[in-house]
């Protein structure tokens, strides 16, 4: 995630709606952070090793940012590798600092926007494709997003015919969003459905909750990832999505 200046580098199974009741009880609970919004970044390579390769859940890829890949933190601690575990999905996290549907991730670690990290993908095979919407494309010309935007989800398509398509919308810190952030997040609505995807919305999940950030302002902590898990299982459920 990022602002209007990029920071430095830095999962077959019903999700039912008692899901819900059960993370948000453990976030109402206080879990205790096992890493600190001060802990040492972990490197994250262009996708990170699964973690569940025994599992007998779906195949999923996630194509993302630094917040969906989990930057500051350990690569499990992310959202996706938190709700993988939960699922038991087989999951590949091609999530790269930086990167956006436009924009180019960090150097070090993928040299890429979205477009190549769905072409590395490939390989996995994946019975689902989530596609997070990024703040990392703020600033691009709408149009160009939009356009680009069409452009990735029918190569996903084109490249992973039987895969289905989950397109995020974008994700912000505690504060209120910029408002080109709903125009990104819209390009990734328009076009997850227009090629007979899916769209859902997890809105603001780290809204009104500074101590659930780094101190970048930018990344969330171990809490702040919880959070959004959270809020992508009641996403999930809201919309009767089933895996």
């Not at 150097?107 to 990024?134: G, K, M, W």
Request: aromatic share 4%; glycine share 6%.
């Amino acid at each position: 995630m990022t602002r209007s200046v990029r920071p430095a580098p830095a999962r077959r199974r019903t999700v039912l709606v008692a899901l819900t009741a059960v993370v948000a009880a453990g976030l109402l609970a206080g879990c205790t952070e096992s890493t600190s919004a001060a802990a040492p970044a972990t490197p994250h390579p262009s996708a990170t090793t699964r973690a569940w390769d025994h599992a007998p859940g779906e195949r999923i890829v996630v194509i993302g940012d630094s917040i969906t890949a989990g930057h500051g933190l350990t690569p499990e601690q992310a959202w996706p590798s938190l709700l993988a575990r939960t699922e038991r999905w087989q999951l590949t996290n091609f999530s790269c600092d930086g990167a956006g549907v436009v924009a180019e991730g960090d150097a070090d670690e993928c040299a890429s926007a979205y477009p190549t990290l769905v072409r590395r993908a490939v390989d996995e095979r994946p019975q689902v494709v989530f596609i997070q919407a990024s703040s990392n494309d703020l600033g691009e010309d709408d149009a160009v997003v939009k356009s680009q935007t069409d452009q990735l989800v029918a190569e996903v398509h084109r490249l992973l015919p039987e895969a289905r398509v989950v397109g995020l919308s974008a994700i912000w810190n505690e504060q209120a969003p910029p408002a080109q952030l709903a125009k990104i997040s819209h390009a990734m609505h328009r076009a997850a459905r227009k090629d007979g995807g899916t769209y859902v919305d997890i809105g603001d999940p780290l809204r009104g909750h500074a101590d659930w950030m780094q101190s970048d302002d930018v990344h969330p902590t171990v809490r702040g990832q919880r959070a959004i898990e959270a809020s992508v299982i009641e996403s999930f459920a809201r919309d009767r999505l089933r895996f």
